[in-house]
């Protein structure tokens, strides 16, 4: 009886360890390795946009948010813009990939592929983890109205504002991210951005959402838009 019970209570400290080092691995591990590629998709688009640096457009001043003449060419899985969130924290910045499979979410920020490029007419929706690879929206419910959502694409910065959110609906509510969503309060097509995440913290059965409009555009060279300077 006595070597039973010493080998259920061996196999109890066991199983035990191994979820001690799963709950590590989901918490920690995964994160330093997320950390790791969202830095190398930002290195990537950093080199990528200093080797066009030539084709730039003259510096001037903040301009009406008008958007690319022409919607911009996304590819699966490769990176195309960097977002700011100041209320997320000034050294907040994550890349946006193209598509919204597991493995790019894995390296940051996914971009659902169906929606409206960056600054165009139409929804630009993009999606985060709220837990677990990096943790890019972890804070996402202390966003409010009025905070602004600052992307580049290496030539424009784009900074967007808040205008309703976070919104909690079921994963089922596919409308979150139509060109015009039906419970965002906007009437008319539009330059619309949404973001979306997981609701609870370390759960799936809801998503959290924030829509905003486009309120300004700029080019690169006139430096960084109000909403990121300190």
Same mark, same amino acid.
């Given at each position: 009886?006595? &070597?039973?019970?010493?080998?259920?209570?061996?196999? #109890?400290? !066991?199983? @035990?360890?191994?979820?001690?080092?799963?709950?590590?691995?989901?918490?920690?591990?995964?994160?330093?390795? %997320? =950390?790791?590629?969202?830095? =190398?998709?930002?290195?990537?688009?950093?080199?990528?946009?200093?080797?066009?640096? *030539?084709?730039?457009?003259?510096?001037?001043?903040?301009?009406?948010?008008? *958007?690319?003449?022409?919607? %911009?060419?996304? +590819?699966? @899985?490769?990176?195309?813009?960097?977002?700011?969130?100041?209320?997320? @924290?000034?050294?907040?910045?994550?890349?946006?990939?193209?598509?919204? *499979?597991? =493995?790019?979410?894995?390296?940051?920020?996914?971009?659902?592929?169906?929606?409206?490029?960056?600054?165009?007419?139409?929804?630009?929706?993009?999606?985060?983890?709220?837990?677990?690879? @990096? =943790?890019?929206?972890?804070?996402?419910?202390?966003?409010?109205?009025?905070?602004?959502?600052?992307?580049?694409?290496?030539?424009?910065?784009?900074?967007?504002?808040?205008?309703?959110?976070?919104?909690?609906?079921?994963?089922?509510?596919?409308?979150?991210?139509?060109?015009?969503?039906?419970?965002? $309060?906007?009437?008319?097509? $539009?330059?619309?951005?949404?973001?979306? !995440? #997981?609701?609870?913290?370390?759960? +799936?059965?809801?998503?959290?959402? &924030?829509?905003?409009?486009?309120?300004?555009?700029?080019?690169?060279?006139?430096?960084?838009? *109000?909403?990121?300077?300190?």
């Amino acid at each position: 009886m006595r &070597v039973i019970v010493r080998t259920v209570s061996e196999l #109890c400290i !066991t199983v @035990g360890a191994l979820m001690v080092l799963f709950v590590a691995y989901v918490l920690f591990w995964t994160g330093v390795r %997320a =950390d790791s590629a969202m830095s =190398d998709q930002i290195d990537q688009l950093h080199q990528q946009w200093s080797r066009a640096s *030539g084709t730039h457009r003259p510096a001037g001043p903040t301009v009406a948010p008008a *958007g690319p003449a022409q919607p %911009a060419s996304y +590819h699966y @899985g490769k990176p195309f813009a960097i977002m700011y969130i100041p209320r997320l @924290g000034f050294t907040w910045n994550k890349p946006v990939l193209e598509g919204t *499979g597991t =493995d790019v979410l894995k390296k940051g920020l996914a971009h659902y592929a169906r929606t409206a490029g960056l600054g165009q007419v139409g929804n630009f929706a993009v999606a985060g983890h709220r837990r677990t690879y @990096g =943790d890019p929206f972890k804070d996402f419910p202390e966003l409010r109205a009025g905070d602004a959502i600052v992307l580049t694409d290496g030539t424009s910065w784009f900074t967007y504002r808040i205008d309703k959110g976070p919104y909690k609906t079921v994963p089922t509510d596919v409308e979150v991210i139509d060109p015009v969503p039906r419970t965002s $309060g906007y009437t008319r097509p $539009g330059r619309y951005l949404t973001l979306t !995440t #997981c609701d609870p913290e370390w759960g +799936h059965s809801h998503r959290l959402i &924030v829509w905003a409009h486009l309120d300004a555009t700029q080019p690169v060279e006139a430096g960084k838009p *109000g909403a990121l300077r300190r």
